[in-house]
């Protein structure tokens, strides 16, 4: 980071052209962020990156080794809002990936406003309009007070 301080979001996908798409567009359409891509859990588990304030997370790459990413990655950032990417956005998938610990389920079917206005709302500690199928927890809000002040 330069400058000004940027919120780091973390973006694991192992599809490099979605990656970059979602990058840009995170980029483009959000504030003062800053979006790191990661092909796997294992390279997640390497980073650098020491606060992150969501961890986008497909869910075929959510496990290595048969041992649950979700849980490796709230070990590492226990801060960090995870949200789980997929292509199915069943019913069965979302409470899967809400029962795995993700805080919430963003299919890969969204659009890009969509996106940005979840992205908006969970920066800004805000519920989701009309969302209901994201999971409560208690959580530190310091990172997303640091994002609201700034926007």
Partial sequence: MTG???????????HAMFRSGL???LKNGLQDVAVWEMDSVQEAMQSTVEHPVIVLLDASVS?????????????????????????????????????????RHLSKAESAEKVLMVMEC???GKPVPGDFVERRRPQSTAHTQHYATRH
Avoid: E
């Avoid at 849980?71 to 069943?90: E, H, N, V, Y």
């Fill in 122 to 124: 969970l920066l800004a």
């Fill in 63 to 103: 496990s290595v080794n048969g041992v649950d990413g979700f849980a490796l990655l709230q070990r590492k950032w226990p801060q960090a809002i995870i949200l789980m990417l997929s292509d199915d956005g069943s019913a069965m998938v979302v409470q899967q990936a809400l029962a795995r610990g993700a805080r």
């Fill in 4 to 14: 000004m301080l940027k919120t780091d979001i973390i973006l694991i996908d192992d």
């Fill in 23 to 25: 990058r840009l567009l």
